[in-house]
């Protein structure tokens, strides 16, 4: 009998040691944390923090303690910190190169809902983007206006306007000249009916 409590104990020995560690991890990575915050909260009272300061430094120091507690963790059940830290990384970077990606589209998003809710030009305005070195970009009258593009129809001395896609960023992004539709005389060439 005391062999076989003897194999018992050294079978189990292992796994409660861990189990033992981790949760003395979990206790230190609370107490920590509670003492951080309740330092935090001394030092806003004795100085005149304001709140908007003291929240976010709260936030990130829990973060912060239980970041670490979950690598240690992970560390004792033999997930390597390495391996955790390239997984990390990697997914940050794939982020960041998908983000980068889409910032154009967003961007144009954006910038079509403050065209269609401030309304800097309409449909039938004439429009010039110029650079600030008072070169043109490109002038003409719009003819639509998408969540992703203006449509403009250049006007041109021929009497055959091309039709140019112009992002919507590109208008906050350069200096724009706008008459309005009413204000000018319809050329032959710019109606579509």
Known sequence: MTEQLLLLAQQW?????VALQVVLILLTAFMLQRLVVRGLGRL???YPLPPE???PLRGGFRWL???GALIMVLERF???AAVLWTAFSGFVAVAAVAFFAIWSVLSNLLCAVLILTVGPFRVGDLVEL???SDKPI???RVVDINLLYTTLEEISESGTGAIVQVPNSLFFQKVMR???GTDIQPSNHSKHE
């Open 13 to 17: 020995r292992d796994p409660l040691l």
């Open 65 to 67: 303690i239980i970041g």
């Open 138 to 140: 490109v002038k003409g």
């Open 44 to 46: 806003g009272q004795r």
């Open 53 to 55: 300061l003291l929240l």
């Open 78 to 80: 033999g997930v390597s």
């Open 178 to 180: 706008r008459w309005r």
């Open 130 to 132: 110029v650079e600030s």
